[in-house]
C-alpha cells in the first residue's frame, strides 16, 4: 500500500462522507481530500506535479452522468503522464452517494440517515455535520464499507479500474 493518498471528491457531500470514514479508527487509508470535480474539470497541471511519488491518487465520483466522461479520461491520462510512481484508485458510486449509501447502511432512504424531509435537506445535512458526528451516524446505521464502492458501474465507466479495496482497512 502507498503511504500517502490524496483523495479527489468530485462534489462536498462526497468529501463529507470520506472525511467521516478517515475519523479514528479509520475505515479507508487516511489521507487529504480535496473538492474537485475531475467529472467537470481537469486537474492543473501545477497540482499534479506536485503529487509525490508512492502516493495513492484516489478518485471519488458519481456514475449517474455519462456526458463528460472524455474529461474523466483525460484526468486519469494525465495522472499517469505527470505522477511517476503513484497508484490511481477509483471509488465510483453507483449512481451517486445516495444509492451508496442506503446499499451499505440499514436504511431505506438516506433522508432516514439524518432525518431530513427532503433530498435537499439531507445533503445540506450532511454536509453540516462534523466529520465526527457523520462517523458516529454511519457506525450506527452500520455502514458496511466492504459494500461501499463496489457496485458494477454502467459500461461506460469501464475504463475506470474497480479497485476500491485498496484503500479500505
Not at 66 to 81: A, F, M, Q, R
Not at 146 to 152: G, S
Not at 155 to 168: D, L, P, T, Y
Request: hydrophobic fraction near 35%; aromatic fraction near 6%.
Amino acid at each position: 500500500m502507498n503511504k500517502t493518498c490524496i483523495y479527489y471528491c468530485e462534489g462536498e457531500d462526497d468529501q463529507k462522507l470520506v472525511d467521516s470514514l478517515k475519523v479514528s479508527p479509520s475505515k479507508i487509508q487516511p489521507g487529504k481530500s480535496k473538492k474537485l470535480n475531475i467529472v467537470q474539470k481537469l486537474i492543473p497541471k501545477s497540482i499534479l506535479l506536485g503529487i509525490k511519488p508512492d502516493t495513492n491518487v484516489v478518485l471519488v465520483f458519481d456514475t449517474d452522468v455519462t456526458t463528460n466522461l472524455d474529461i474523466v479520461k483525460k484526468n486519469i491520462e494525465n495522472i499517469k503522464k505527470y505522477c511517476h510512481g503513484v497508484k490511481i484508485i477509483n471509488l465510483l458510486q453507483v449512481q451517486n452517494l445516495e444509492d451508496e449509501l442506503e446499499r451499505c447502511t440499514d436504511v431505506k432512504s438516506v433522508l432516514d440517515l439524518t432525518k431530513s424531509k427532503s433530498l435537499s435537506n439531507f445533503k445540506s445535512d450532511f454536509r453540516k455535520m462534523k466529520d465526527e458526528q457523520c462517523r458516529n451516524m454511519l457506525d450506527r446505521h452500520k455502514i458496511d464499507v466492504e459494500r461501499l464502492w463496489t457496485t458494477k458501474a454502467p459500461r461506460e465507466f469501464e475504463f475506470a479500474e474497480r479497485n476500491s479495496s485498496v484503500i479500505k482497512r
